[in-house]
């Protein structure tokens, strides 16, 4: 069964820094592509940034130059490394597996719970 768990959400202020990670079980962590969505309170969920199985990666605009997406299939672990965050990073962030890149969510087949990150001062 496949298990996708995220971590390292939290309170930060407005300027900081965090680093959300996803662990995975349950699939060959190497052969997927992999992806970070994020859904604010009210508003629908977007796609953040992905990463391939071959380590292209692909951001979102509002995120590009100040959020890496990064992996270590020896861990079995995905990364997003948060910079310079903004009160509108504030949303629940999930991992995602996919057999395709996309960043359309209903490309991947397995989310994981979701970790909470609220930039506020």
């Known amino acids: 069964q496949v298990q996708l768990v995220e971590s390292g959400g939290g309170l930060v202020q407005p300027g900081g820094s965090l680093r959300l990670s996803c662990t995975a079980s349950?699939?060959?962590?190497?052969?997927?592509?992999m992806g970070w969505f994020r859904q604010a309170l009210g508003k629908e969920r977007e796609f953040v940034a992905s990463i391939t199985l071959r380590g292209a990666r692909y951001y979102a605009e509002s995120v590009k130059g100040r959020f890496a997406i990064s992996r270590d299939n020896t861990k079995n672990t995905l990364y997003l490394q948060m910079s310079s965050l903004k009160p509108d990073d504030t949303a629940v962030y999930y991992c995602?597996?996919?057999?395709?890149?996309?960043?359309?969510?209903?490309?991947?087949?397995?989310w994981g719970q979701g970790t909470q990150v609220t930039v506020s001062s």
């Open positions: 349950g699939l060959t962590f190497s052969k997927y592509n």
């Open positions: 995602a597996a996919g057999n395709y890149y996309s960043p359309i969510s209903s490309a991947y087949d397995a």
